[in-house]
């Protein structure tokens, strides 16, 4: 269970201390690989340097229900956090996954994933409020805040979600949560990838309690949540097989956290994520597991077939990142960029932003990219 430090003072001193380490390794330029749980050192394109281990960086800092904020220092698990939710019959809506149960809040923000619920309700920065980091100079910075109207127009809180520790060190995170809502159902339909594909825009497109869909191997599976009045309405208009509330949980739980016998791979065998306008017609690329309403498709495939994926990709109006790759950490023995390589534009800003943030260049160095 999370704990609920005593006194503000308890999460300062946790945070300076965290400040101190990162400034002493400044000054010797000696690179820190930050990291939580390691539920995620899979992913990224590589890891080196020595360990900056925020596991003993936890507990929730504040926590009042009838605003619907929570914050908690970066090494506290998302476990933890979700347990402490539901006590209030609260949850944070874009279903982070963990995929082990070390997961910590901070990784969650650092790695910027969101679950099967991202089409609906949005990704993991639409609930970031606010975060304390520690730069590479070891400089403790605060963004954002922790009520809702602070965080109105643009945010430098939310460069941290998805930058994997390149821009700070991430020291406490305010997160937006939501009440758990009311009715659950889960539909499963016979379905090839192309017709589930066209039903589920044709649903969009309507006054439906859609929270999120998955479709792999024949079938489509679709999640209503909300009142529980707009959910039997959708049950009846829909049909389809209605799935048993236990076995629907489980599976929506495999799927984001990888655990579904899909996501298992031969040897040699690559998983690939590819994000597409969700109206993009089938990739044609072998087995594929289609979600956020067709706009996430993973698939299968060695590192070497990336020029293809990429292509593909690309035709479809979208992009290509070896989530995981055949053996050991994603893209540190293959030689294969993990995420699409920058335009030059693009490349220009990354730069910028990191010389401001890192100017040491000892943070995560290379884990997002090559360069940064």
Partial sequence: M??????????????????GKVRHAAQKRSPLRIRGGGSKDFYG????????DMRAFAGVVEYEPSELVITALAGTRLRDLAELLAQHNQYLPFDPPRFTSSATA????????SGPARASVGAVRDFVLGVQIINGRGQWLNFGGQVMKNVAGYDVSRLMAGALGTLGVLAQVS????????????????????????????????????????WSGGVLAVRLRGA????????????????????????????????????????GQALWRIGVPDTAPPLNLGATLVEWHGAQRWIKLPPGAAPHVREAAARAGGHATLFRAGGG??????????????????????AALKKEFDPAGILNPGRLYPAF
């Fill in 2 to 19: 999370a704990t609920v430090l005593d006194t503000p003072e308890s999460a300062t001193a946790a945070i300076e201390s965290l400040a």
């Fill in 228 to 267: 529980r009045a707009a959910v039997e309405a959708a049950q009846h208009q829909m049909g389809g097989e209605v799935m048993e509330p236990n076995a629907a949980e489980r599976r929506w739980q495999g799927l984001r956290d990888q655990a579904l016998p899909f996501f298992q791979r031969a040897a």
């Fill in 175 to 214: 997160l937006k949560v939501l009440p758990i809502p009311p009715a659950d159902a889960t539909l499963l339909f016979d379905l090839s990838e192309t017709s589930a594909r066209q039903q589920i825009n044709r649903w969009c497109g309507q006054p439906l309690p859609l929270h999120a869909s998955c």
């Fill in 329 to 350: 950490d994603a893209g540190q023995d293959n030689g294969v960029p993990v995420f699409t390589p920058l335009t030059q534009p693009l490349a220009r800003i990354h």
């Fill in 106 to 113: 901070g990784g969650m923000v650092a790695a910027g994933l």
């Fill in 45 to 52: 394109q590589r890891l080196q340097g020595d360990v900056l």
